[in-house]
């Protein structure tokens, strides 16, 4: 995975979380353009940090890494809370997120954007049968007949927690879809196991009648 950004600390950062995604980081040199580096690398992804940055921005890199179906992600460092993409990146619909972020949040955004390109090649397709596969980090995803596609993650009691979760919540599974809506559904420890497409339909109804 490529990183593009000229602070060390933004990169060192974005390493850690692209190891943790089970990917390997890899970084231009300092006197190499975007374009010679997307050459010399063929990355799966781009990560682009500091996105104002104009060097990163240009028609040229975007229009040839996503002609080679390679996807383009834009980090926003530092922008004191805008939260909003940089009307570039805004333009060409390029997925984007605010640092710092979690590993799981960070997962499910390379998910989304390396699928981007096999997405739009299936557009035509309407309905398929429900199914379970794995994202680019190991985490479980469920595809409903319809096409949602939700990223599951396991709560169970005893393991580490987030920081907004306590310790006297009971274990459940989390649905997560690709806008980051949440919906729970609690679980016994032995509905933890069964993760065929028929149990987790089930389970995300029950998630959903839940709110």
């Known amino acids: 995975m490529l990183i593009l950004t000229p602070q060390s600390m933004t990169g060192a950062l974005l390493g850690m979380l692209v190891e943790l995604a089970h990917l390997e980081p ?5 006197s190499e353009r975007p374009e010679d580096a997307l050459n010399r690398l063929v990355p799966l992804l781009v990560v682009v940090a500091d996105g104002e940055v104009e060097t990163f921005t240009s ?10 179906g390679i996807g383009v992600i834009v980090f926003g460092v530092g922008n004191r809370g805008r939260r909003q993409p ?3 990146a805004r333009q ?10 979690d590993a799981e949040q960070f997962g499910r955004i390379l998910d989304q954007a390396i699928r981007q390109d096999r997405r739009s090649r299936l557009a ?7 199914r379970v596969e794995r994202g680019v980090d190991g985490t479980l995803i469920f595809q409903t007949e319809s096409g949602e596609r939700w990223y599951v993650y396991d709560r169970r009691s005893g393991e580490r927690r987030r920081a907004e979760q306590t310790p006297s919540e009971e274990p459940y599974r989390a649905f997560v879809n690709q806008s980051g809506v949440e919906l729970r559904v609690p679980l016994q420890p032995e509905e933890f196991k069964d993760k065929t497409p028929e149990t987790l339909e089930k389970q995300l109804i029950r998630a959903r009648e839940r709110g």
């Open 86 to 88: 940089p009307e570039w």
């Open 124 to 130: 035509g397709d309407r309905r398929s049968p429900a």
């Open 92 to 101: 060409r619909d390029l997925p984007y997120l605010e640092l710092p972020t």
């Open 26 to 30: 890899v970084f231009a040199e300092p």
């Open 59 to 68: 028609d040229l890199f975007v229009a040839r890494a996503q002609h080679r």
